[in-house]
């Protein structure tokens, strides 16, 4: 069974989303769906960077060091579970 979700959204993101979808030849139902789905499957949010030339500066640098080095790196089982660790300290 199938349910309208209703999203407040800027009207331009919109309209450029329809557009993109229609290039693509998906309508954007599908496109928002598949979205959906892979948020729920996967239980996390992918966002990439729009600037892939962008440099990222020194700290930023060094905090992807230390995780890819697995140092210094404090795991949580969901958000909720981090932002209490937050408020902690």
């Known amino acids: 069974m199938n349910t309208t979700l ?24 599908t496109a928002v769906n598949a979205m959906l789905m892979q948020f729920v499957r996967d239980q996390r949010l992918v966002l990439e960077c ?20 697995r140092k210094q790196t404090e795991t949580f ?8 660790a937050m408020h902690a300290r």
């Open 6 to 29: 209703t999203i407040k959204t800027p009207k331009k993101l919109r309209d450029d989303a329809k557009r993109t979808a229609h290039k693509l030849g998906v309508p954007l139902t």
């Open 50 to 69: 729009p600037f892939p030339s962008h440099t990222p500066n020194a700290e930023t640098r060094h905090a992807l060091r230390e995780l890819r080095d």
């Open 77 to 84: 089982e969901s958000f909720d579970a981090w932002r209490k």
